[in-house]
């Protein structure tokens, strides 16, 4: 059974941190690059950040980068996103997915930013809240 479960989220000042955590079963994990992305209501899905499958290419949208830092550990089927210095902007689902074809890619981020169609295996999302 696939199951890919975000967590971490909450209601943060603008200012504060969070670390949201990302676990996938019943998927490989490892040669592939995973994602995050987000969706505030009313707005497209967007692609936040995204790391490839050995953690040694990173890429983050414009409006995070800086602010936000991307890991995973392989050994636990677990992807992290940092997220320092949080801002009203930020509020929205918080999404982790993994690439759809990793045969094409090598395991390397699809597109920068990453592009919500070029992943799958959502999960259902871990709500972020940041108070102005």
């Known amino acids: 059974q696939v199951q890919v479960v975000e967590s971490g989220g909450g209601l943060v000042q603008a200012g504060g941190s969070l670390r949201l955590s990302c676990t996938a079963s019943?998927?490989?994990?490892?040669?592939?690059?995973m994602g995050w992305f987000r969706q505030a209501p009313g707005k497209e899905r967007e692609g936040v950040s995204c790391?490839?499958?050995?953690?040694?290419?990173?890429e983050y949208a414009d409006s995070v980068k800086g602010r936000f830092t991307i890991s995973r550990d392989n050994a636990k089927n677990t992807l992290y996103l940092q997220m320092k210095n949080l801002k009203p902007d930020d509020t929205a689902m918080y999404y982790c997915?993994?690439?759809?074809?990793?045969?094409?890619?090598?395991?390397?981020?699809?597109?920068?930013?990453?592009?919500?169609?070029?992943?799958?295996?959502w999960g259902q999302g871990t709500q972020v809240t940041v108070s102005s």
């Open positions: 790391i490839s499958y050995n953690g040694a290419s990173t």
């Open positions: 019943g998927l490989s994990f490892d040669g592939y690059a």
């Open positions: 997915a993994r690439e759809r074809m990793p045969g094409a890619t090598g395991g390397y981020c699809p597109s920068h930013p990453p592009r919500p169609a070029d992943f799958g295996s």
